[in-house]
């Protein structure tokens, strides 16, 4: 109700929350992974568990303890993140997409490791498939009142500023906020410091000041919670 503390309106809910990079195999010992690690999406369950909800963090591979008290579902692929999620977010209040999902896998997997040949110089092509999209599944198949929330780390370049391409996805990707990290100067992945800009369906951009990542998580939930149905 509306005399309810913007502290408590997590209070119970359900929250799931994706974070780290997923792995894609060549092979029983090679995979194409990619640089996250997973801090944002770690310290996203943690404020959200201060704020009294019941958090589960679906995990790729993160370089940073998940918080103990979340329900910590480990996956490695794209394809495992997708099944997942889907699981878990069937009685979820909101739903983060934090993790970087590789948007391809090797076609093939091969069953034994790959070996070079003696006698050319060869070197094997790698064929890659598209995965799918798994936030935009979760947006299409979302019950009434779910909040979905995506992340894009973008860049500028000659078709767009990092926030118009920002601001597309968000159109395309049909969530109702979108946290943008401009990666134009270089300096996100692994570090401790951050800087996002949240953007809603609603067409709303506010910025967060730079800060840790814990930091930015409180912001991130200071964000979600308005959008987020107080009648449960
Ligand atoms: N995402 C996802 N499934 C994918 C790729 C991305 O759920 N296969 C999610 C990410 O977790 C993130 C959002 O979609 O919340 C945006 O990811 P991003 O890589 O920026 O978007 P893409 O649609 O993959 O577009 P791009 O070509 O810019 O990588
Ligand atoms: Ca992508």
Do not use: Y
């Not at 809910?13 to 997973?38: C, K, M, Q, W, Y």
């Not at 070996?115 to 598209?130: F, G, H, N, Q």
């Not at 570090?191 to 991130?220: M, N, Q, Y």
Request: aromatic share 2%; net charge negative; charged share 25%.
């Amino acid at each position: 109700g509306a005399g309810s503390s913007s502290s408590s309106v997590l209070a119970g809910r359900r929250v799931v929350i994706s974070a780290g990079g997923t792995r894609e195999p060549l092979d029983p010992v090679r995979f194409l992974g990619n640089r996250s690690s997973g801090r944002q999406g770690v310290a996203l369950a943690r404020a959200a568990l201060d704020r009294g909800a019941k958090v589960t963090l679906v995990s790729g591979s993160i370089e940073v303890a998940p918080p103990p008290e979340a329900d910590l579902v480990r996956v490695e692929t794209a394809l495992q993140m997708r099944d997942a999620m889907t699981e878990a977010v069937r009685d979820a209040d909101v739903v983060v997409m934090a993790a970087a999902v590789a948007d391809f896998r090797p076609s093939e997997v091969a069953r034994h490791k790959i070996k070079k040949t003696v006698d050319d110089e060869d070197a094997p092509v790698v064929t890659l498939v598209r995965n799918p999209d798994i936030l935009a599944g979760l947006v299409a198949a979302r019950r009434p009142g779910q909040v979905v929330v995506g992340f894009a780390a973008e860049t500028g370049d000659d078709t767009g500023t990092a926030l118009e391409h920002a601001t597309a996805k968000l159109a395309r990707k049909g969530c109702d906020l979108l946290v943008l990290n401009d990666v134009s100067a270089g300096k996100v992945f692994g570090k401790d410091d951050t800087e996002v800009v949240v953007l809603a369906a609603d067409g709303t951009v506010t910025p967060v000041p730079p800060g840790s990542k814990e930091r930015v998580a409180e912001a991130i939930w200071d964000a979600v919670l308005p959008l987020v149905n107080q009648d449960g």
